[in-house]
Antibody, heavy 121, light 105 residues
Framework: EVQLVESGGGLVQPGGSLRLSCAAS????????MSWVRQAPGKGLEWVST????????NYADSVKGRFTISRDNSKNTLYLQMNSLKAEDTAVYFC??????????????WGQGTLVTVSS | DIQMTQSPSTLSASVGDRVTITCRAS??????LAWYQQKPGKAPKLLIY???SLQSGVPSRFSGSGSGTEFTLTISSLQPDDFATYYC???????FGQGTKVEIK
């Protein structure tokens, strides 16, 4: 059974940093692209970033480009999102999601339960 | 950027109703569209990919159709478990529609 468990969310001040983690199990982690998708309180879904199975290809939404970095450790079956220069508009539940392919996947077939990031002074 | 517009924003329906949700793209996306279901406080669930392919494990009452700029998600006979918010998503820039909430009439 595919399981994705996010951690690392919390309250951070504007301009601060936070690193999210997503522990994966139930599938061959290195064979699949992984993504982060966020949802602001009461709002819709927004794709944030995707990384290929090998880690060699990454893509970012314009809203986070230059501030967020996606990475993965295939030896630990873990996905990361380093978030720097955080803004109030980054406040959201961040979901880790598995792609159905090994490369730069465009859809998300399994999702974690999410971790809440609140950016506020 | 490609914009995705769903209609309606909210839909009131009864158990057993046939329900149709529309998603329009601002330019052609061929068949590169997915549909997700999300219940309050839960993660989204993939229902349909490539416009009309049913994800494994999803009940057959869900179906998707369309190509180019206009797409539909149809629930043939609404069940109590189907009251949720539905999102379309185009592949290119992974943009989601704003969502359609299906509520009890």
């Amino acid at each position: 059974e595919v399981q994705l468990v996010e951690s690392g969310g919390g309250l951070v001040q504007p301009g601060g940093s936070l690193r999210l983690s997503c522990a994966a199990s139930g599938f061959t982690f290195s064979s699949y692209g992984m993504s982060w998708v966020r949802q602001a309180p009461g709002k819709g879904l927004e794709w944030v970033s995707t990384i290929s199975g090998s880690g060699g290809t990454t893509n970012y939404a314009d809203s986070v480009k230059g501030r967020f970095t996606i990475s993965r450790d295939n030896s630990k079956n873990t996905l990361y999102l380093q978030m720097n220069s955080l803004k109030a508009e980054d406040t959201a539940v961040y979901f880790c999601a598995k792609g159905p392919c090994g490369g730069d996947c465009y859809t998300f077939d399994y999702w974690g339960q999410g971790t809440l990031v609140t950016v506020s002074s | 950027d490609i914009q995705m517009t769903q209609s309606p924003s909210t839909l009131s329906a009864s158990v057993g109703d046939r329900v149709t949700i529309t998603c329009r793209a601002s330019q052609s996306i061929n068949s590169w569209l997915a549909w997700y279901q999300q219940k309050p406080g839960k993660a989204p669930k993939l229902l349909i990919y490539k416009a009309s392919s049913l994800q494994s494990g999803v009940p057959s009452r869900f179906s998707g159709s369309g190509s180019g700029t206009e797409f539909t998600l149809t629930i043939s006979s609404l069940q109590p478990d189907d009251f949720a918010t539905y999102y379309c998503q185009q592949y290119n820039t992974r943009t989601f529609g704003q969502g359609t909430k299906v509520e009890i009439k």
